[in-house]
C-alpha cells in the first residue's frame, strides 16, 4: 500500500523561510502525481492553496509557492508569518485513479 | 458561489450504515467534477473516502470500498455516501469536496459534519 510522507512538525521564524515536503513510501513523487497542498487550521475545513504541483489558488499569497524538490513535491512558504502556523497536507493523485493525503504536516511559527 | 453543504446523523450505532447528504449549490452535480467525500477522525489527518463522478461512475479507497456506496441525486442537486458496518474507527469529521478533473485537486471544501459512531 503506498504511503505519503510528510514531516510530522517543522518550525519557522516569524520572516523567515520553510520547505514542507511530501514523498512517497516506494518511488519518486513527479509531476505526474499533480501534488496538491491544503492548510488547514484547528476546527476549519482544510483550505485549497497549490494545485498541479505550483499553482497558487485564488486569493493565496505568494509566498507559498510549490514545486518539485528531488524526489519530492515541496511546499516553501517564504516570509512566515503568525497566521501560517497550521496543518499542511499534501495529497496526491496516483495512477490507480485515487487520492491519498499525507498524514499532514504541523507548522509552528515561532 | 459554488458551496457545499454536509448533513446527517451525528450519531450512528456500531454495525449500523452512516448515512450523509452533500447539498451543491452554485454548481450542478451534472458538471464535469468529481464528487468527493475526506474524512479525519478525532486528531489525526485527512483520508480520502471516494468519489462519484458526474456519470455515475465511482473509485473508492481501497481499504473503505467493500462497505461504501455513493450516489448522485441531479434532482435534488446532491450527492451522498452511505458506509456500511461501522465501527469507533468511523468515528471522524466528514467534509464532502470538489474534485477537478484534468487538473487533479480538490478546489471546494464543505465546512465538514461530525459523525460519531457509539452505542
Known amino acids: 500500500q503506498t504511503v505519503v510522507t510528510q514531516e510530522p512538525s517543522f518550525s519557522v521564524s516569524p520572516g523567515g523561510t520553510v520547505t514542507l515536503t511530501c514523498g512517497l513510501s516506494?518511488?519518486?513523487?513527479?509531476?505526474?502525481?499533480?501534488p496538491s497542498w491544503y492548510q488547514q487550521t484547528p476546527g476549519q475545513a482544510p483550505r485549497t492553496l497549490i494545485s498541479?504541483?505550483?499553482t497558487r489558488s485564488s486569493g493565496v499569497p505568494d509566498r507559498f509557492s510549490g514545486s518539485i524538490l528531488g524526489n519530492k513535491a515541496a511546499l516553501t512558504i517564504t516570509g512566515a508569518q503568525a497566521d501560517d502556523e497550521s496543518h499542511y497536507y499534501c495529497?496526491?493523485?496516483?495512477?490507480?485513479?485515487?487520492?491519498?493525503f499525507g498524514g499532514g504536516t504541523k507548522l509552528t511559527v515561532l | 458561489q459554488v458551496q457545499l453543504q454536509e448533513s446527517g446523523p451525528g450519531l450512528v450505532k456500531p454495525s449500523e450504515t452512516l448515512s450523509l447528504i452533500c447539498d451543491v449549490s452554485g454548481v450542478s452535480v451534472n458538471s464535469v467534477y468529481y464528487w468527493s467525500w475526506v474524512r479525519q477522525p478525532p486528531g489525526k489527518g485527512l483520508e480520502w473516502i471516494g468519489y462519484i463522478y458526474y456519470t455515475g461512475s465511482t473509485k473508492s479507497n481501497p481499504s473503505l470500498k467493500s462497505r461504501l456506496t455513493m450516489s448522485l441525486d441531479t434532482s435534488k442537486n446532491q450527492f451522498s455516501l452511505k458506509l456500511s458496518s461501522v465501527t469507533a474507527a468511523d468515528t471522524a469529521v466528514y467534509y464532502c469536496v470538489r474534485g477537478l478533473y484534468y487538473y487533479w485537486y480538490m478546489d471546494v471544501w464543505g465546512k465538514g459534519t461530525t459523525v460519531t459512531v457509539s452505542s
Open positions: 516506494s518511488g519518486s513523487v513527479s509531476t505526474n502525481f499533480y
Open positions: 498541479t504541483t505550483d
Open positions: 495529497a496526491l493523485y496516483m495512477p490507480s485513479g485515487i487520492w491519498v
